[in-house]
């Protein structure tokens, strides 16, 4: 433990749960710019592990028994549930909010405000967007900021862009190198570019990730 995280949890700023594994070169309660006042309160549940090089903003919570990979960057209030994969330089951006077994491979970037619900897999270099028309710095406009959305076990393949606003419905499996410009209905497959719904999910594909003695999320 390094001497600032020991001083985090000194001042009470961090929270570790037990047996967790923070290691070399891991910066915590990093902050943005804009933000002011006292450092935001970051949890880290029971026996998750970050791995070296990951960055954790202030008023970030993360479940127990996760995995923060290599050159992971959780921004401010981001929020992960227990069981989450990280795999390595994957970012999370501000105020995403990520539900428990949620496994996201390397590279993936989850922007802002965004929700990914139980279960849901997301593959490498998936890329969200949450800002249809590329607004920066102008007097006489503000973003319209709006994220998609990835519901309870949806699986998006690798390579695949989901475009502003856009909703992964419940268990859907979306194929890899697709653009998702529509929502994508539940249990259903699509893919391409534009992703197009191919079929509905065959019975085998139905069964949520993560280990069947703890599900509890489904009807
Ligand atoms: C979408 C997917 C599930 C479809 O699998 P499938 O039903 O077994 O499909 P098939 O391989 O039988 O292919 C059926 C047809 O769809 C096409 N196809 C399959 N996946 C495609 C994709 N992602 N984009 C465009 N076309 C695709 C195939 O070329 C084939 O076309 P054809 O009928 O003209 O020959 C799978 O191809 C996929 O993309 N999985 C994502 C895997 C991934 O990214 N994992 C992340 C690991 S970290």
Known sequence: MNNKIQELI??????????VIIEEMVLVANREETNEGELRQISIGDHTIVRAGAIIYEGVTIGSDCRIGHGCILRT???LGNNVVLSHHVIVEHDSKLGNWVRVSPHT?????????DRAFLGA???TVNDKFLTWKRNDREPNLLPPYVEFGA????????LSGVRIGKMAMVGSGSVVTKDVPPYTIAFGNPAKVQRELDEEHRTPNGYEEVLTEME
Do not use: P, Q, Y
Request: include cysteine; charged fraction near 10%; hydrophobic fraction near 35%.
């Open 10 to 19: 000194d001042n009470g700023i961090l929270t570790l749960g037990k047996g």
């Open 77 to 79: 209030n981001a929020s």
């Open 109 to 117: 970037h989850i922007t802002s405000c965004m929700t990914v619900e």
């Open 125 to 127: 270099g998936v890329i």
């Open 155 to 162: 699986r998006v393949g690798s390579g695949t862009t989901l």
